[in-house]
């Protein structure tokens, strides 16, 4: 296996990744961002006040984007699956 070979299945799984957990941490990030300036608007400390939320919106967001990611997944394993022939030889 060559050095190119290597970097190109790490930069393809980097890829892969970034496109898994972006839809999950940017609304949870949002609402976080939204909920500590409530928090530091009315100085209401409550932990669960930001947990209960974020979880929500994951939750929320894995319902609608869920397949989607599952199939991304499955695509990039079949895909390394079908080269790994070729990294060898």
Do not use: C, H
């Amino acid at each position: 296996m060559v050095p190119e070979t290597i970097y190109k299945v790490s930069q393809d799984a980097m890829m892969v990744a970034v496109k898994l957990t972006a839809p999950i941490l940017l609304p949870s990030l949002a609402v976080g961002l939204i909920i500590a300036m409530f928090q530091a608007a009315t100085q209401i400390n409550e932990t669960t006040l930001t947990f209960v939320p974020k979880l929500i919106v994951i939750g929320l967001v894995l319902l609608i984007v869920g397949p989607w990611m599952l199939q991304v997944f499955l695509d990039y394993f079949q895909e390394l699956i079908r080269e790994i022939p070729q990294m060898i030889g």
